[in-house]
């Protein structure tokens, strides 16, 4: 037999000796082809005998080479830096846990940003081949924006048999009631999909089966797909689901499958229905929007796709110029957002706002850390000094500190990495809650795949932003010395140049938290002062509901560009009147209302004029007021009198007639409380001003939007006729009494006995009506008030530090001056004349980013005016402030002042 | 310096006492690849060389083994191979493991068999 024959190929002996070093790896290598040739020679097949050799060679390199690293004075030197890293942080407790307070927060802060941004801009879909989805979309020219396909396009694609694109299927999300026969009901989001489009995302049914062509017929049973949620809850799990009738809307649905857990392609559905399809019904103008989604056909990039469609779309352009000069389809990836931003731009905004914004939190938090470590770095000198008298190196001295801020920082990292994680996830839940609430018409703006785990741009940016940070932190207290000066350079802490970085840190510390905590304070007075909206009258006895037509989302894209809600139907129109009649039939309902916004609503603020003038305006635009649109019974329903005039009369409505009724405060603000019966007002719009209508009444005062921030109209409403064909969506609001809680959980199924297609949404007793704002604005000043604590903490911390270093370290010099008759206080001023320096730098600064911030607020729409309440607080605050930051210094004040010169001279002697 | 001594030696692991067992089993034939063919058999542990060097170095380094120079022979890249033998104090160690073992194991093995078999 032949040797070389029989012996693993060359290429692969020749990386087993690149691999294997060390005093025995000739006996390993030796070994290795023994056993292989032996193999060969045993008649084993030289192939086989090849994959062992190669799978000892590995196991053989990874063992050595760990032996040898284990044996190097660096790996042991290592664990020692590492061991006594772990032993610091248990020895200093109260500097651990703020450090790593902070810097787990700076983590949490800068990854979540970064992690959301990651989500929105480069959505990874955890789909079998996830990122090989795609979205074809309409690119717009001449409006310079992206529109979504319609009907007439995606049949035109498909038929076309584009060959960069595989499963090229449609959808659109719909808004669908599904109603038990217990009348339990939920609208849900659907999507009314193709059986392509069901199949493209992978996933098999839990239970059943998923869409089909055969279900795209026409004349084909209804049928409807559940997501794993809406079984759990609303079937309870039924293990017998399938082949149960549900109604979907007016649609009497088989169910035919469940989606398993966490599915919710194509962004966050419950429910799916096939699309059904009428191509030819349609003309090529009036053919309905759609979404179209597809996966990059094997072997062909995205870049390929992309051409294959601008050349259809220049095709198409030539032989249709009028109708499609300016469109030309665009494929993107699922998921990303739908503007028109160059991918190239999208990875800048991730480098400079996401991970620069990470980059900056993780510096302010690092800068305080860094002050922490180097004044407890100071007050170890006695050990450092015996370390390096005994031979450590400055090298072996800075790399020891590196290794216990890596520890700290490694620690903390994990921690708000970790926090990050259940942020996200909260965020992705909480925010799809208040978007429900919300009750929006258009698709959720994030898909199934937000939370869950996160990206490695997220965790790589924390590793690499810490490591960086804990070098800094060991190398920046020891730069511009040489040798051991590192030591003399640790006695100069607190005195001449060197504490002037630290300084700036402190400043920027306390100026954070003067800045910050006002914010705070702001919010979470306007998640109180929403919730306690004075409604002006008993609104915890009506039942408000939000009643929209059933039917399809605008997805994404459309929305973007949407001003409008829509217009009410024949059908809708006569469904709300048979509701609102069959509500008047119920004994428990003393009246029924209907308005466009309700009091605890957000009302829009017109610019208006008035003929014959009347208080000066606060703006060269002239006045604001509230606006909201009230049908004929509102006042009389909510027992609001009429101060002067009279309310609406049912003919009010009309077309030709162009009355309004004002309250109080629109009196008092916009006409200077002259006399408003008979006076014109006109709203002015971006269009001009619009027609004089004349004020007929004076409604009692009730609350209209909460009042969370100062409105530049103030409380000033004025109140339009309700215009039943021209106000879409409708809320009706119901009188029921003290039972209208329990009224409210009927309300969805009396209003699905008269049209089982119509939405309910947002269904609560009135005085209900302000809290998902005030959710919203209570979870803003939480973060906000977390924010500024841990600022202060921090700001705390790095004055107490330096303090606590400065007595230690001039203990011997007060005790000198003591002795020699220098008065207690007066030594310890100079000694602490630094940090009331610190404290007044801070609290300026902020007290002038607050200005600022107040100074924008004033300015811009929403308009902020402090009143001499705010200025009072603030100024207040202001002057608490100092106090609060110098607290930090009371425990080293009292030990300067105990200072004892006999004691302080032995101590240094 | 005795406790020192005893220190150095130390206990010995799982693996470094089935590659004793296999050089004493294969007496002067305890090569690498002996020691390999050993532990398949005894065993059916398929171990890389580099495992076992490592643990004989150790070995050696701590007094338990010696090795020596055999004849040169085909197929090893021409390089002889390095053939071990215990020494007293590897013996020693060994017997102290393999005893400790036993006394661990004492009057538990009718009970260790019953829950093997359920």
Redesign the interface.
């Known amino acids: 037999m032949n040797v070389h024959k029989s012996r693993p190929p060359t290429w692969l002996r020749r990386l087993a000796w690149l691999l294997i070093r060390g005093p025995d790896a000739l006996e390993i290598l030796a070994d290795l082809e023994q056993l292989a040739l032996r193999e060969v020679v045993q008649g084993g097949s030289r192939w086989r005998a090849s994959v062992r050799y190669f799978r000892n060679t590995l196991a053989s390199a990874l063992v050595v080479g760990w032996a040898r690293l284990s044996e190097t004075r660096w790996f042991q030197t290592s664990t020692v830096d590492w061991k006594l890293a772990g032993r610091v942080l248990l020895r200093y407790p109260g500097l651990t846990v703020v450090a790593g307070t902070a810097i787990a927060f700076a983590v949490l802060v800068g990854a979540t940003n970064l992690e959301v941004f990651m989500d929105t801009a480069f959505p990874r879909i955890p789909l079998d081949e996830g990122h090989r989805l795609v979205e074809v979309r309409i690119q717009d020219r001449g409006q310079a924006r992206v529109v979504p396909p319609t009907v007439h396009d995606f049949v035109a694609w498909r038929d076309a048999d584009v060959g960069s694109l595989q499963d090229l299927g449609a959808y659109r999300s719909t808004r669908r009631n599904l109603i038990l026969e217990d009348g339990r009901s939920r609208a849900l989001l659907g999507a009314a999909m193709t059986a392509v489009a069901f199949r493209t995302a992978r996933v098999p049914p839990l239970m059943g089966r998923g869409l089909d062509e055969a279900d795209e017929r026409l004349q084909a049973a209804p049928v409807v797909v559940l997501g794993y949620d809406v079984w759990r809850s609303f079937f309870e799990s039924d293990p017998d689901v399938v082949g149960r009738t549900v109604r979907i809307g007016t649609d009497i649905s088989t169910v035919i499958g469940v989606m398993p857990e966490g599915f919710g392609w194509p962004r966050a559905h419950d429910l799916w229905v096939p699309l059904r399809l009428d191509p030819l019904g349609v003309d090529a103008a009036a053919s309905p929007p759609v979404s179209v989604v597809a996966r990059l056909a094997p072997g062909v990039s995205l870049r390929q796709a992309r051409a294959e469609f601008t050349a259809m779309g220049q095709r198409a352009s030539t032989l249709l110029p009028e109708s499609r000069e300016f469109r030309s389809p665009e494929v993107a990836r699922f998921g990303e957002i739908p503007v028109p931003i160059p991918r190239l731009q999208l990875v800048g905004a991730m480098v400079f706002g996401g991970v620069g914004t990470f980059a900056v939190v993780m510096l302010v938090a690092w800068g305080n850390v860094t002050l922490l470590l180097f004044a407890r770095t100071a007050a170890r000198r006695r050990e450092l000094v015996v370390r390096s008298a005994l031979g450590a190196s400055r090298e072996r001295i800075v790399g020891q500190l590196f290794t216990e801020a890596l520890v700290l920082g490694g620690g903390a990292t994990a921690v708000g990495l970790w926090a990050t994680r259940t942020a996200t996830n909260w965020y992705a839940r909480v925010g799809s809650e208040i978007m429900e609430d919300m009750a929006g018409v258009h698709e959720p703006y994030w898909g199934f795949w937000f939370g869950g785990g996160l990206s490695w741009v997220t965790i790589g940016s924390a590793v690499l932003l810490t490591v960086i940070a804990a070098s800094l932190a060991a190398v920046l207290p020891s730069m511009g010395t040489a040798g051991r000066d590192i030591l003399s350079r640790l006695q100069k802490v607190h005195g001449g140049d060197s504490s002037s970085g630290w300084t700036a840190v402190i400043v920027l510390q306390i100026a954070i938290t003067v800045a910050v905590a006002p914010l705070a304070v702001a919010a979470g007075i306007g998640a109180v002062r929403t919730a306690d909206l004075d409604y002006g009258f008993r609104a915890s006895e009506y039942v408000t509901a939000e009643l929209a037509m059933d039917g399809e989302f605008y997805s994404l894209v459309e929305d973007l560009h949407r001003e409008s809600r829509g217009t009410p139907g024949e059908d809708y129109l006569r469904a709300v009147d048979e509701i609102e009649r069959r509500l008047m039939e119920d004994p428990r309902v003393r009246s029924v209302t209907r308005a466009w916004k309700i009091p605890g609503d957000v009302h829009p603020q017109w610019w208006l004029e008035v003929d014959g003038g009347g208080a000066p305006p606060p703006s060269p635009r002239g006045h604001r007021a509230q606006v909201t649109a009230v049908d004929a019974s509102f006042f009389r329903s909510l027992d609001v009198g009429m101060v002067e005039g009279r309310g609406f009369a049912v003919t009010d409505a009309d077309a030709s007639e162009n009355v309004v009724v004002v309250n109080p405060e629109f009196v008092r603000r916009v006409l200077g409380d002259r006399n408003p019966i008979g006076r014109r007002i006109a709203f002015v719009g971006a269009d001009g001003r619009g027609p004089w209508r004349e004020i007929v009444g004076v409604a009692e005062q009730i609350g209209m939007t909460p009042p969370t921030l100062e409105l530049p109209g103030g409380e000033a409403g004025i109140y339009l006729p309700f215009r039943r064909a021209e106000t879409y969506p409708v809320q009706i609001v119901v009188r029921v009494g003290p039972e209208a809680d329990r009224f409210a959980s009927r309300l969805p199924a009396l209003v699905h006995e008269v049209d089982p297609g119509l939405q309910v949404n947002r269904v609560q007793t009135l005085d209900e009506s302000t809290a998902t704002n005030a959710r919203v604005f209570g979870l803003t000043g939480r973060f906000l008030g977390v924010f500024a604590a841990v600022a202060l903490l921090l700001a705390l911390a790095g004055l107490f530090s330096v303090m606590s270093l400065a007595v230690t370290r001039r203990t011997r010099e007060i005790g000198v001056r003591v002795a020699l008759g220098a008065g207690r206080w007066r030594v310890t001023r100079t000694v602490f004349r630094r940090a009331v320096e610190q404290v007044a730098m801070g609290v300026g600064l902020g007290a002038l980013l607050v200005g600022v911030l107040v100074g924008v607020l004033f300015n811009s729409d929403v308009q902020v005016r402090p009143d001499a309440g705010h200025a009072l607080g603030l100024a207040i605050y202001l002057l608490l402030m100092p106090g609060v930051c110098l607290l930090a210094c009371i425990v080293p004040l009292r030990r300067a002042l105990r200072v004892e010169p006999t004691e302080a001279l032995r101590e240094d002697g | 310096m005795a406790r020192m001594e005893e220190g150095r030696v130390g206990r010995l692991g799982e693996f470094e006492q089935a590659v004793l067992f296999s050089v004493l089993r294969l007496g002067e034939e305890a090569?690498?690849?002996g020691i390999?063919d050993v532990l398949h058999e005894q065993t059916g542990r398929r171990v890389?060389?580099?495992?076992?060097?490592?643990t004989?170095?150790?070995l050696e380094k701590r007094g338990l083994v010696r090795s020596r120079e055999g004849a040169p022979i085909?197929?090893?890249?021409g390089?002889p191979?390095?053939y071990y033998e215990l020494r007293p104090s590897g013996a020693t160690a060994l017997m102290e493991a393999y005893e400790e073992t036993q006394r661990l194991a004492d009057g538990l093995l009718d009970t260790l068999a019953g829950l093997a078999d359920g």
């Open positions: 090569s690498g690849v390999h890389s060389p580099g495992s076992i060097y490592t004989l170095g150790r085909r197929g090893r890249m390089r191979p390095k």
